[in-house]
């Protein structure tokens, strides 16, 4: 049971990162990640890391807490409201694993 959780911590980190830094290359215009992006991409880890619901929960959106700072999380808002779209053309299953994922916990 451990590892799921392991490996689901990893999987949201990885797909957290895709899509901090496609904004950022298509926002900021750098190759590697600006210091603003940097900055949001350790917060997001940090509160990926200690996230206690890890276990039950999908994604930080389907979670009844937001342990995001109020400033944090309009950035990510920001950020997922650009990338959401265009993760498609570059992670295309990725995204599909995403949706399914959403669409069977607002099922339950």
Same mark, same amino acid.
């Given at each position: $049971?451990?590892? !799921?959780?392991?490996? !689901?911590?990893?999987?949201? !980190?990885?797909?957290?990162?895709e899509?901090i830094s496609?904004?950022?290359?298509?926002?900021?215009?750098? *190759?590697?990640?600006? *210091?603003?992006? !940097?900055?949001?991409? *350790?917060?997001?880890?940090?509160?990926?890391a200690h996230c206690?619901?890890?276990? @039950?929960? @999908?994604?930080?959106?389907?979670?009844?807490?937001?342990?995001y700072q109020?400033?944090?999380?309009e950035?990510i808002?920001t950020? $997922?409201?650009?990338?959401?779209?265009?993760?498609? $053309?570059?992670?295309?299953?990725m995204v599909?694993?995403?949706m399914?994922l959403s669409?069977?916990?607002k099922?339950?």
């Amino acid at each position: $049971m451990k590892d !799921k959780i392991v490996e !689901k911590r990893e999987k949201e !980190k990885q797909m957290i990162k895709e899509m901090i830094s496609l904004y950022c290359r298509k926002n900021h215009h750098t *190759d590697t990640l600006c *210091d603003e992006c !940097k900055s949001l991409l *350790d917060y997001a880890h940090l509160r990926i890391a200690h996230c206690p619901f890890m276990e @039950t929960k @999908t994604f930080c959106n389907n979670c009844k807490v937001h342990c995001y700072q109020k400033e944090k999380r309009e950035q990510i808002k920001t950020v $997922m409201r650009f990338s959401g779209p265009r993760m498609l $053309m570059y992670h295309p299953i990725m995204v599909l694993r995403h949706m399914y994922l959403s669409w069977k916990e607002k099922k339950k």
